[in-house]
């Protein structure tokens, strides 16, 4: 399949010199967090309040970031461990703290939407990575019932290169520049050694 040439816009390139001012004056102590903000308007009409508000007398950039942008949440941030439970136990529960389901586009945000759910790395990392993936894998491939994660997530490497050309470093516009290393062969690999109902790489390489 030919690549998708039309990309989605970077938050640099859909906020212009909005996006730099925020980021060079610290508004956020974490660089990531405007990029993962989503906005309540139009980017476009937000740029436009912007030249038209920051020329006037005490204006605050950062009470207008807050204003016009959903800032991420830390959904992990929540989780609470119970040291009663075995160490298997815990990480079991820890794979349903950190699946995330098919995504939905949505109009000025970062995220890439993937059609399958995916596990994150949790933190501040809130989208799919593309090599911490793998080691994910390994774990979620022990458990039968979740070897349909796995798929998942190897059918959404394979839509980035259908629509990419490659595969991103995690599903964000900021990530459309580069990739990590390659691990897309071995994920095919340890899905195809794990499950024998299918021609997992014939339905990876010819669908």
Request: aromatic residues 14%; glycine residues 4%.
């Amino acid at each position: 399949m030919t690549p998708n040439k039309s990309l989605p816009p970077s938050p640099d390139l859909l906020y212009g010199q909005l996006y730099f001012d925020i980021q060079l004056a610290h508004v956020f102590s974490d660089t990531k967090t405007f990029v993962d903000s989503i906005p309540d308007i139009s980017p476009s009409e937000i740029v436009a309040l912007y030249e038209q508000e920051k020329i006037l007398p005490n204006f605050n950039l950062v009470a207008f970031v807050k204003k016009h942008f959903h800032l991420p949440s830390f959904p992990a941030s929540t989780y609470t461990s119970d040291p009663t439970i075995s160490p298997k136990d815990h990480i079991n529960k820890l794979w349903d703290f950190l699946c995330r389901p098919a995504d939905t586009l949505t109009e000025g945000s970062s995220r890439i939407p993937l059609p399958f759910p995916y596990i994150v790395p949790g933190g501040r990392f809130r989208e799919i990575f593309y090599w911490d993936s793998y080691f994910t894998m390994l774990g979620l491939i022990l458990v039968p019932e979740r070897m349909h994660i796995v798929r998942g997530m190897i059918d959404n490497f394979a839509y980035m290169i259908d629509q990419f050309g490659f595969i991103l470093n995690g599903n964000r516009t900021y990530y459309l520049s580069r990739s990590q290393p390659p691990f897309f062969a071995e994920m095919i690999q340890l899905l195809a050694d794990a499950d024998h109902t299918e021609n997992i790489k014939q339905r990876i390489y010819l669908n």
